[in-house]
């Protein structure tokens, strides 16, 4: 009965199911409430992109695993046919025990089979459905809860169950939903309950709540369909080729994947496999990505796949995630002043449904995950002026939970992109990628797809022109058209040539005058130059025309050729005026603009390259205005159109940093002048030529070309720097081979070859193919390494003998401090090294080289420097700058967009100095994130003291790098981001600042009055402050008294004081709740006077355990040691021992020679290390020292075999045996005695020595060895014995040390 529908179900469903959800998943979600931590729900809200305020909902939530579980749900990151986000998300974190559990549940549960998961369809309701059962939560009342648990007939373990939750009413939504009594599209059971309870006031508000809910599913749900259907246009009419438009395509028809790289955090760009993985690259850095690239590269489609996936819910699409996807293309913004504006004018249908205020509040939502698209920055007319709308959300000054995604070229980058910016760039086109477009949209047939890749690899140049997909493309379909393809030598040529073909497709179609006519328009563009040249070099770029002015200025007939062979591109608009109605307000215009910016470069071009000459003052005033970079392929165009040109541009252009490579490109354009491009080149090579490695394989085969035309012309080349590019080097040839696959031959006239790398180890081989290449320039004098390391030394054979003859000089690092010695074929530092060498994560890579070489060559010299001090910087690549602590209210120098603020200070902070770090976070006031390093902060300050500001501004405080602790500045208050572990460890071995972030922990632990189980001080004790009562530990910090642990385990080597013993019971004492104590690894006294211990341990009953088996303990109220098992008749102590069983058994013994009790034997298997002259105690192996003992009666001392004792050593041992006094028998083996001519003797104590196995003992008598078959050892058998037992022990360990050492 209890268990059935009751009749307000009944009624209030309708005839609707009564389970919404599957009971197996409401099983599921309970059994998942219980395995997340606070820890691992704070790091899937970071996965999961949770905006903040959500974040701090659930780390104060009463019960945050219940309510992450409502959330994941709300947010499809949970579904009854895949959880599969969420196990992503745990793996990610690496949660993986955890993520194996619940894959285990869910095939319990929800039979879920993995890899073949039911991908749920996003269901809108979902967020915001979510945040109505946040909302209903907070309106149920306990006695609420109870009331409609009787009305909904709930079993009575269920009613108790909800009732002792933490969070009752998240507990009795959950079950409300389960049993269908609320759901995405009615509540009416729980509407009709409520006005059955009189509730009138409480069912109104529900009511509001889930009307707002549908309202925003409502309208959310138009304006994605809307956004949509905008979007479809976008991609579903691409034209791979401008004169093509019978077919159009959708990109996902044409769209081949470029290469991509990721720049990492050390600014190192490394290869990502697929535009897929730009979202898990860049997570934990900014919302903003960029994605840069050359012209044509293929940016702006790209940009298209992206909103394709979306749009399609393209399941292993990163990019089908967002709720919301807003595509915008800059070049059309010009003028517009608000992101809703653009939205109305360029996204959004004359009859939307959709009001402007319904666009800003989605747009506003933080629960609603959205994705930005700006595509094409450098065509945005208005990015010179400072404070647009799009300024703004790269700035994050607005929508700053929303994610952004821009593309644009790398010459291009937006200011506002800082360095938390995820940057990816295009690569472009190799061979696998252009045959793979061909096949796709080109033409299947095998012999087609063979010819155009053939035709195109015959022509080097062509192929490296192509590496662009834009001009890969175009030159796919024309090729297919043409049996033979113009041969092209330079960019210029290839523009000219498909332009051609664009016109001649046209011509084609025509006859007579038509075809004439349409001739002269091809030859004859001046207007359409000037126009785009206007364009381009205003004060700010306009790319867009009203088609009414373009036909004026050029005649209906010029426009139509231009438009019908696909240059010249017509797009429609929706026109909206402000103040009149929709309806009214609507209007439309055709705007006009060039398929492709590289089309607008190339007409501006033609006109440049007329007027460079003739029109100085034009060509000035064009390059005041223009960026080289900016606008390359204008200059590299006009220098292939007008050679008389290009002698100005590239004078020009050399003057510009880093103009060096963009003169290569210039002068290459110029295919049959000879002589002015040498000319170019014999300017070129007075300064270093560069071969970068991101050069795109274009540029760096036009600057090996360069570099071949001077050394044919015998022009001297100063310097070639290849920067990290070089690959290997083909022995047989003597040719270097870039890692484009450019081959470098050898150039007689260089004078100088440097070759940097990135951390680098350079191979034997390679080195001495180096050689061979640089033994066929017969000028070169110099090489260096920048970045790299060599080997230590090379044989000299294989050395190229005419490098010693010209005396090259190789140069290992930049400064010098390393050099290579051709004649002794070994590295030689010139530098003697200081006696600390830090290697530090911001040194550079040649910087780190040298050091490493320099020690290379200090190690292999035996340098007198015989410790090297190797300190790493653990600054992390998420810091922005690095501060001291300034004055209150002083902003350090240069700091003004400091986003974070590292302070790095040792011991204990203050109140007062943490109030003034605050006072200089409140005068920055970009800063977002305050961490702290290797110190502790206050446990609570008095909130008054916190400037109210910073909270507004939500600073983070982290105490600590790994963010175990942050000080909530609303509280005041230290607090935990993780649960401390049942046994917490500060060990020596920690850093400074992983010591400080676990005091802090155990003080919040403290403060918050949280068991912890177990405190283990693992060897970092160095003396309890009895003024402050804190436990000064080895690094300088203080441990206060935590009164919630309770149990101490103290890990030390060595035997302890008696004062250190007391120092560790006084901080015992400190904490309040702890009782027991454990000490693991050292040898205590047997006994402290009982004056001398704290009489509250003793009423506290606490436990002082000597070992971790037990064996002995520490009896507080006696002040002894006190022993638990018997001692067995021999007592063995090995080398093999733990340090922790070899200080049990030393204890063990210990208390027995105190009791008197009679130790049969002791014998120190290979544990003996040394002894004292004066005989107290035997060192061991592990450090202990054995204190001699009262009732010992035989004692086997076995050193490590094969060791020689060294008089003093042997004298300790005999003083050793006079202290124990009972000692009848000492019997040493294996081991090498020095020679006496007297020993001393030892009365009532046999003394037995057994160096080697088949020699015999010996044993003393009246101070002289005598053998057991009677004779006495004399000097000369002595040395016999010597060599002997050296021999016998010849390959063990300690004598290979000892010859090792004398040789």
Known sequence: MADSPSTHEATGSEGQQRKSTPPAFWRFKIALSTILTIKVILELAVTFGYPNALVDELQGASDSALLMVMVMEGRGQIHPTDISPLLGALEDTGHHGIATDVRAWSLEYLDIIPGNEQKPKKSLELSSFGRFKIALSTALREQTIQNLGAIFDYPRALMDEIRNAKNSALLMTMHMEERGQIQPADISPLLTALKDLRLHGVASDVEGQFNEHLRITGKMAAFIEELKETCHTLYDKIQPIPYIKEKLYS?????????????????????????????????????????????????????????????????????????????????????????????????????????????????????????????????????????????????????????????????????????????????????????????????????????????????????????????????????HEEEEFHNVRSVTGFFEYMIDCFHSHAQNKVSGGKRKQLQMFADNHHALDKLAFDSLTGANQQLLWDKKVVIKKFGAEFYGLYTDIG??????????????????????????????????????????????????????????????????????????????????????????????????????????????????????????????????????????????????????????????TFETVDKELKNIVLKSGVVLRPIVSLQSLNIRMETATVSGQDLIGIFGFVGQCSNLMRLSFDGCVLPLSIPTELIDDSLITRDVKVSCCPDNNVLLNLRSGKLESKTNLPGEVRIQNSDTAASLASKIMQLMVASADHATVTEYIVTFDDTTSSMILKLGISPPGASPPGASSVKKLEVTESGHISEDRFVQVLACVKALEDINEVVFHGCILPVSISTERIDHSLITRNVKVSCCADNKVEFNLR???????????????????????????????????????????????????????????NMVLTSGLSLPGVSSVMKLKVTESGNMSEDQCLQVLAFVKECRDMNKVSFDGCVLPVSIPTERIDHSLITRNVKVSCCPDNNVLFNLRSGKLESTPELPDNVWIRSSDTVAEQASTIMQLMVASADKNPITEVSLVRSFSSAGSDGLSLVLNSGLCLPWLSSLQKLWIGPEWGREVTVDEWTGILNYAKHSQLLKRLWIRYCLLPWLDNNPNLDNTEVVWDPVCNVGAYVLQSGRWQHEDGHVLTRGAYADLVTKFREWYRDFDWQTQRRAKRE
């Open 251 to 479: 990109v996902d028809k044409v769209f081949i994947e470029v290469g991509i790289e990721y720049c990492d955090s050390r600014g190192s760009w490394k290869t990502l496999s697929s535009y897929r993985g730009i979202f898990s690259v860049a997570k934990g850095t900014s919302r903003i990505q960029v994605i840069e690239g050359d012209p044509g590269y293929g940016k702006s489609t790209l940009a298209l796949q992206l909103v394709y996936d979306w749009c399609n819910e393209v399941s292993d699409s990163p990019f089908c995630k967002p709720d919301i996807l807003i595509f915008l293309n800059l070049r059309q913004l010009g003028g517009i002043t608000s992101i809703i504006d653009a939205i109305e004018q360029f996204l959004l249908p004359r009859d939307s449904s959709v009001k402007r205020l319904d666009v800003e509040h989605l747009l506003n939502d933080r629960d609603i995950r959205i994705l930005v698209i700006f595509d094409a920055y450098d065509e945005y007319p208005d990015q010179h002026i400072g404070d647009t709308f799009v300024t703004q959300i790269l700035e994050e000054k607005m929508l700053r939970h929303v994610d952004v995604l821009l593309t644009t070229r790398s010459s291009c980058i937006p200011p506002a992109c800082g360095s938390r910016t995820g940057r990816f760039r295009l690569t472009g086109f190799d061979e696998g990628a252009r045959e793979q477009y061909v096949r796709k949209a080109v033409t299947g047939d095998d012999e087609e797809v063979q010819r155009i890749l053939e035709q195109l690899n015959t022509n080097p140049i062509l192929r490296d022109i192509c590496q662009a997909p834009l001009f890969s493309v175009m030159y796919a379909h024309v090729a």
């Open 567 to 724: 240059i010249l591109v017509e797009e429609e608009v929706i026109n909206r005026s402000r103040g009149a109605k929709r309806a009214q307000s609507i209007q439309y215009r055709t705007e006009v603009h060039f398929y492709h910016k590289l089309f607008c470069e190339w007409f501006a071009a033609c006109h440049l390259a007329k007027r460079v000459t003739s029109f100085q003052a034009l060509f000035r005033n064009f390059c005041k205005r223009v960026n080289p970079y900016d606008l390359q392929f204008v200059y590299r165009f006009a220098c292939g159109i007008n050679p008389a040109a290009a002698k100005r541009i590239i004078n020009l252009v050399q003057k510009k940093p880093d103009g060096d490579k963009f003169a290569v490109l210039c002068a290459l354009e110029q295919e049959e002048n000879t002589e002015d491009v040498l000319s170019t080149v014999r300017d070129l090579v007075l300064r270093d030529v560069y071969i970068r490695e991101n050069d795109t394989r274009l540029l760096q085969r036009t600057t090996v070309q360069l570099l071949e035309l001077a050394s044919q012309k015998e022009v001297p080349i100063k310097c070639i720097d290849l920067d990290r």
């Open 971 to 1029: 509280s005041g208050k230290l607090k935990n981001n993780t649960e401390l572990p049942d046994d917490v460890c500060i060990r020596s071995s920690d850093t400074e600042a992983e010591q400080a972030s676990t005091i802090m922990q155990l003080m919040v632990a403290s403060a918050d009055k949280i068991p912890v189980t177990c405190l283990t001080l693992g060897g970092c004790i160095e003396e309890f402050d009895v003024t402050t009562s």
